[in-house]
């Protein structure tokens, strides 16, 4: 079992940067991938990027491809999406989530975050 803690979401405008962190608590940490997702109010939560357990593999949502950037580091339970060149329709609650395989869907995740709030301006 893995729990999650999400940071690092905030107000920024347009064009601007952030760094959500997503934490870990347990010895696995390593052996699970680890997503992050999106729902803005009204929508359903979407997928954003992954990162397999060792790191090595990484995928992207088409929307967000080129501007962000996810990564770990095993040795500190932690994962890091490097956003840049935000945009308003970025605006969401951003969640972290675990599981064995790095998958797309929210549903094959059963491990989540609290999430965390970004408001992009125009």
């Known amino acids: 079992q893995v729990q999650l803690v999400e940071s690092g979401g905030g107000l920024v405008q347009a064009g601007g940067s952030l760094r959500l962190s997503c934490a870990a608590s347990?010895?696995?940490?390593?052996?699970?991938?680890i997503a992050w997702f999106r729902q803005a109010p009204g929508k359903e939560r979407e997928f954003v990027a992954v990162i397999s357990p060792s790191g090595r593999t990484t995928d992207y949502a088409v929307s967000v491809r080129g501007r962000f950037a996810i990564s770990r580091d095993n040795d500190k339970n932690t994962v890091l999406l490097r956003m840049n060149s935000l945009k308003p329709e970025d605006t969401a609650v951003y969640y972290c989530?675990?599981?064995?395989?790095?998958?797309?869907?929210?549903?094959?995740?059963?491990?989540w975050g609290q999430g965390t709030q970004v408001t992009v301006s125009s």
């Open positions: 989530s675990a599981d064995f395989q790095p998958r797309t869907r929210a549903g094959d995740y059963a491990y």
């Open positions: 347990g010895r696995t940490f390593s052996t699970y991938a």
